[in-house]
């Protein structure tokens, strides 16, 4: 079974900056789709961030694109994901997660297989 541990999260004033990362216990294959999400309390899980085609194709969802970029690194087995500018509305429990189908790619990820357990990421100010 594969697993995902995120990290990287903190307390961050708004305008800072920081980097995700997601780290799998196997190797992730290329054909596979990769997202990251995010949930605040009293709000549903959002999906914020796709990659996929071999990493060739990323998405992003309208509140954080320019500020977000998803990417990955197969040597490292790593999904990371730069937040940058942020905001106070960007505080939330995020989570990474992956699958074989492109339902992965869904407003929920309800799709995707494997989950991380989150990394929590709060902004102030």
């Known amino acids: 079974q594969v697993k995902l541990v995120e990290s990287g999260g903190g307390s961050v004033q708004a305008g800072g900056s920081l980097k995700l990362s997601c780290v799998s216990s196997?190797?992730?294959?290329?054909?596979?789709?990769m997202g990251w999400f995010r949930q605040a309390p009293g709000k549903e899980r959002e999906g914020i961030a796709y990659?996929?085609?071999?990493?060739?194709?990323?998405y992003y969802d309208d509140s954080v694109k320019g500020r977000f970029t998803i990417s990955l690194d197969n040597a490292k087995r790593t999904i990371y994901l730069h937040m940058n500018s942020l905001k106070v509305e960007d505080t939330a429990m995020y989570y990474c997660a992956a699958g074989a189908s492109n339902r992965c790619l869904s407003v929920n990820g309800g799709g995707c297989d494997y989950w991380g357990q989150g990394t929590q990421v709060t902004v102030s100010s």
């Open positions: 196997e190797n992730i294959p290329s054909n596979y789709y």
């Open positions: 990659i996929y085609n071999n990493a060739e194709l990323t």
